[in-house]
């Protein structure tokens, strides 16, 4: 399998899993600050620093409101991580691959593609707005059963899958890095009134609520979701389980050692944690090391399958 095709692939389930996830996020989040008082430690800019983009943010908008916050998220092609952003790149890299994806997606693709340039004049509207990102899930879901019904298990499928594993991964830990917020002992007495629906949406934010009620059997209680986020091994939107999954797949592929390694690393690093014990702070510095570490491991993946003659030359899409 021809390199640069291999990169396409990769990146194109990444940018289709962030687009999602991020689509997801900013439904839930508009759905909590709607049960939640107005004056708490959860607002708005709570989403700019869950992408850790307060500095590009500052660059090109004055005020910090809703307004300005969903044109960053959604619609501005300067922020490399705004849903327009995803969605092209999604649409490019199908159309640069469709020698080795099912006839479906290009048509996904471009419906998807219409569908954002349709609704951005409308997006300041809220009630539009959820019903496109709405829109947006329901869009990415159908791309990615096409994927999962009608692709052969070969080599490209093998890319898809760790790319959105690594996606999935790096998502949910910006998720769950609201926990050093959520769970520190500074916290304000309102916060903690409110915790279960906190808590609630965290778990819908990452598609979760169900399968954590059938799993845990427990009500909503913030440190078993974030024992079942980040190391349940049996649903496939923890970051445990993530990270198993691309070590799995890397052994189908040629020289998997040192990225499979590196994957299985993180992993034992991450089980070593008792969630029950440890402060707040100390989340955060986890989701931190974890971001860094997922970074690597994208990089160890570059040198070894995406560039193997240029050894330390980094893919520069994301």
């Not at 620093?49 to 409101?65: I, P, V």
């Amino acid at each position: 399998m021809l390199s640069r095709v291999a990169e396409r692939v990769y990146w194109m389930a990444r940018y289709l899993e962030r687009a999602e996830k991020t689509a997801r996020l900013i439904n839930v989040h508009t759905a909590l600050l709607m049960d939640l008082p107005g004056r708490m430690e959860i607002n708005w800019y709570t989403l700019i620093r869950l992408f850790n983009a307060d500095s590009l943010f500052r660059e090109h908008y004055q005020r910090g409101d809703e307004t300005s916050i969903m044109l960053f998220l959604i619609a501005d092609r300067n922020n490399p991580a705004s849903l327009a952003s995803s969605l092209a790149n999604v649409r490019e890299n199908v159309r640069t691959s469709l020698d080795v994806l099912p006839e479906e997606i290009w048509e996904q693709a471009n419906q998807i593609h219409l569908l954002m340039t349709d609704s951005l004049p409308r997006i300041a509207d809220r009630y539009n707005r959820q019903i496109f990102l709405r829109e947006v899930m329901k869009h990415c879901q159908c791309i990615r059963g096409a994927l999962d019904s009608h692709m052969s298990r070969d080599h490209s499928f093998d890319f898809m899958q760790i790319g959105k594993h690594l996606e999935r991964a790096d998502m949910s830990s910006r998720i769950l890095e609201m926990t050093s917020l959520l769970l520190s002992e500074g916290r304000s007495d309102t916060l903690r009134k409110y915790d279960g629906i906190v808590w609630t949406n965290l778990l819908q934010a990452l598609s979760a609520r169900q399968m954590y009620l059938q799993h845990i059997h427990s009500r909503v209680e913030g440190q078993r979701v974030m024992r079942f986020l980040l190391n349940d091994d049996v649903f496939p939107g923890s970051i445990g389980y993530c990270l198993s999954a691309m070590g799995r797949r890397m052994r189908y592929l040629p020289d998997p050692e040192l990225a499979a390694t590196m994957a299985q690393r993180i992993f034992e690093h991450l089980q070593a944690h008792d969630l029950s014990t440890i402060p707040a702070e100390q989340v955060h510095t986890l989701m931190d090391y974890l971001q860094v570490e997922l970074g690597v491991l994208h990089g160890e993946i570059a040198k070894t399958w995406f560039y193997p003659d240029h050894v330390g030359q980094q893919q520069s899409q994301g």
